[in-house]
């Protein structure tokens, strides 16, 4: 098993996979099918949850910072709103891009698989 699958597993024992619709749209990088996603990912049984307004605020103000310090266009406001969801609601965050989200959320629990034991 991959090591960031095995993270992942370990994660769905410490507490809920919270799905947005913002990370559901990235998923929808997958497959053309809403049902294939649901299916490769129901072993998580994610709880999906509405994106709070009070993470919008956060997530421009990270973005804008992003763009300030001469950040591409590569990375998107949806990987911003991703963490700024998971700092307000008090959600620990599975990453591989753990230094960028620390860089912008510092008080947010991130898991990333390369450092995780």
Do not use: K, N
Request: glycine share 6%; net charge positive; aromatic share 10%.
């Amino acid at each position: 098993m991959l090591h960031s699958t095995r993270v992942l597993r370990q994660s769905t024992a410490d507490g809920p996979i919270i799905l947005s619709a913002i990370v559901w749209s990235e998923l929808s990088l997958w497959s053309d099918e809403a049902d294939e996603i649901d299916r490769r990912i129901a072993w998580m049984r994610p709880a999906r949850q509405d994106f709070p307004f009070e993470a919008a605020y956060p997530a421009g103000r990270a973005h804008r910072l992003y763009r300030q310090r001469g950040g591409r266009r590569e990375r998107t406001l949806p990987d911003f709103l991703i963490g700024a969801h998971a700092m307000v609601a008090g959600h620990r965050l599975l990453t591989r891009d753990a230094s960028r989200y620390r860089a912008y959320f510092p008080d947010l629990h991130i898991i990333c698989p390369e450092t995780h034991p």
